[in-house]
Nanobody, 120 residues
Framework: HVQLVESGGGSVQAGGSLTLSCAAS????????MAWFRQAPGKEREGVAA???????TYTYSVEGRFTISKDNVKNTLYLQMNSLKPEDTAMYYC???????????????WGQGTQVTVS
C-alpha cells in the first residue's frame, strides 16, 4: 500500500524560503518517478517539479532557478526546497508518485493529502 505524507508548509514573507517533505511508505522512492504539484484556489493543479528514478529533475518554467527537487533514498523521502518565494507561489502543494515517468503530467497514480504554502 503506497502512502505519501507531505509536511513543511506554512506562511512566509515574499523572498523567504521553505522546504517541503514527502515521506513515502509502501515502496522505495529510488524505484519510482516522483513529482510536486500545486493548486491555487480556482486554478487547475499544475506540475512544479519532477524527478526520475536516477535523480534527474524537471521544473516548470515559473520555478526554474528558485525551487530544487531532491530525494533521499535512505530516508525514503522527497523534498522541495523553495527559495525566493513569491505571492503567486501560494497554493496547496502535493507530492505524487508513479511507476511510469510522467514528468509534470497530472496523471500520477499516487498522491499525498497536500500541505499549504502561503506567501505574503
Amino acid at each position: 500500500h503506497v502512502q505519501l505524507v507531505e509536511s513543511g508548509g506554512g506562511s512566509v514573507q515574499a523572498g523567504g524560503s521553505l522546504t517541503l517533505s514527502c515521506a513515502a511508505s509502501g515502496y522505495s522512492v529510488s524505484k519510482y518517478y516522483m513529482a510536486w504539484f500545486r493548486q491555487a484556489p480556482g486554478k487547475e493543479r499544475e506540475g512544479v517539479a519532477a524527478i526520475d528514478s536516477a535523480g534527474s529533475p524537471t521544473y516548470t518554467y515559473s520555478v526554474e532557478g528558485r525551487f530544487t527537487i531532491s530525494k533521499d533514498n535512505v530516508k525514503n523521502t522527497l523534498y522541495l526546497q523553495m527559495n525566493s518565494l513569491k505571492p503567486e507561489d501560494t497554493a496547496m502543494y502535493y507530492c505524487a508518485a508513479d511507476f511510469v515517468n510522467k514528468q509534470l503530467a497530472r496523471s500520477y497514480d499516487y498522491w499525498g493529502q497536500g500541505t499549504q504554502v502561503t506567501v505574503s
